[in-house]
């Protein structure tokens, strides 16, 4: 069974910034296109980020454009998602998900002003 493991997530004042890792059990990890979800309390699952296999295309929710980027290192079984300028808005549980993977059980991101 695939296992997709979310770290890096806490607790942040607005304008911190974070990164994300998801590292995958799943050596082919670096075939599939990932992404980035959140869902904050009392809200449905959004997304956030996602990045093709070979990691050269990247797409992003209007409202995280410019101030989140993802990446891989398929080398390594890992996504990561850069969190800059944060805003209080931005404190959700964020998971790493493909079709083919499955989800992770997400990292907690709190952001105070």
């Known amino acids: 069974q695939v296992q997709l493991v979310e770290s890096g997530g806490g607790l942040v004042q607005a304008g911190g910034s974070l990164r994300l890792s998801c590292v995958a059990s799943e050596r082919t990890f670096s075939r599939y296109a990932m992404g980035w979800f959140r869902q904050a309390p009392g809200k449905a699952r959004e997304f956030v980020a996602a990045i093709r296999w070979s990691g050269g295309s990247t797409y992003y929710a209007d409202s995280v454009k410019g101030r989140f980027t993802i990446s891989r290192d398929n080398a390594k079984n890992t996504v990561y998602l850069q969190m800059n300028s944060l805003k209080p808005e931005d404190t959700a549980v964020y998971h790493c998900?493909?079709?083919?993977?499955?989800w992770g059980k997400g990292t907690l991101v709190t952001v105070f002003s």
């Open positions: 998900a493909a079709p083919e993977l499955g």
